[in-house]
């Protein structure tokens, strides 16, 4: 019986590359092969990572074989995780097992920080509304939400504004 040792794993964008065990359920006289597909929401021919679909060979002999993910690129993109999902079908002199896809997730570290554009301002009080600028110190492919609290000597609830605790999404 040919399948993945463990139905899912992960590591760090930062991390170049992870293999993926796959076993057999006893030594084999012969050569074992089981062709993988590959899926997921990375994208792959290097743009997240280096894998194709292939086959992998198990020599006579021996109980496990990998699949590599090579070339995992660490970018400065905030997207989130995102998954390799690689399958096994197709065995010659074995037949699949039960744990025939694995899942690896990238963990993106790509997460921008976010402040206020300045930290003070003012304005007559005369003035209708006042924009006050949020940045983010880089792009991101996700939106990034942020709560924020109102406090200060002025009356909310359009005393003085009308401005109330909240969250800004960008």
Known sequence: IVDFNATSSSGAESVSSAGLTVDLSAVSGQN???DYAVT???TGSGTDFTLA???LTINAGETSG?????NIVDDSIAE???TV???LSNPINATLGNDTTHVYTIMDN???NIDFNTTSSSGAESVSSKVITVDLSGTSSQNVTVDYAITGTATGLGTDYTLADGTLTI
Do not use: C, L, M
């Open 32 to 34: 074992v092969t089981v």
């Open 40 to 42: 997921g929401t990375a």
């Open 53 to 55: 679909n292939g086959t």
């Open 66 to 70: 990998t699949v590599t993910i090579s």
């Open 80 to 82: 989130g995780s995102e």
């Open 85 to 87: 999902i690689v399958s």
């Open 110 to 112: 790509d997460k921008p």
